[in-house]
């Protein structure tokens, strides 16, 4: 299991631009390729609808009060991120995550853990 870190306010000008919540411009410079590290971002009270998930890692992210809205997250790294009070009406999330995991983080705040065989 992922060791949970605190949330972070990262360097990277694309986690800047999802910051400033401009998700297409975000989604348009991440689909010409390079490497992104979102890995502990703090995400809190941000609207992110309309984020491309697919392939992030956002493991230890936090996501309190958050708009997740219709994000498909299902192949998106989520292990040790923390989804307390976020807006997730419409969200697919990875198969890994029980709904108890996401319960639990979505109203307690708890890092959420893979169920793995």
Excluded at 52 to 58: R, T
Excluded at 71 to 97: M, Q, V, W
């Amino acid at each position: 299991m992922t060791q949970a870190q605190t949330p972070k306010i990262l360097q990277d000008p694309l986690y800047q631009l999802l910051r400033d919540e401009n998700i297409e411009d975000f989604n348009t410079a991440r689909s010409a390729g390079g490497a992104i590290d979102l890995r502990s971002g703090d995400f809190r009270g941000l609207d992110l609808r309309g984020l491309d998930a697919h392939g992030l890692d956002l493991s230890n992210a936090y996501f309190r009060g958050a708009d997740l809205r219709g994000i498909d997250f299902s192949h998106t790294r989520l292990e040790g991120a923390s989804l307390a009070g976020a807006n997730i009406s419409g969200c697919y999330f990875p198969k890994e995550l029980s709904a108890d995991e996401l319960l639990l983080s979505l109203n307690h705040g708890t890092r959420m853990r893979y169920n793995t065989p």
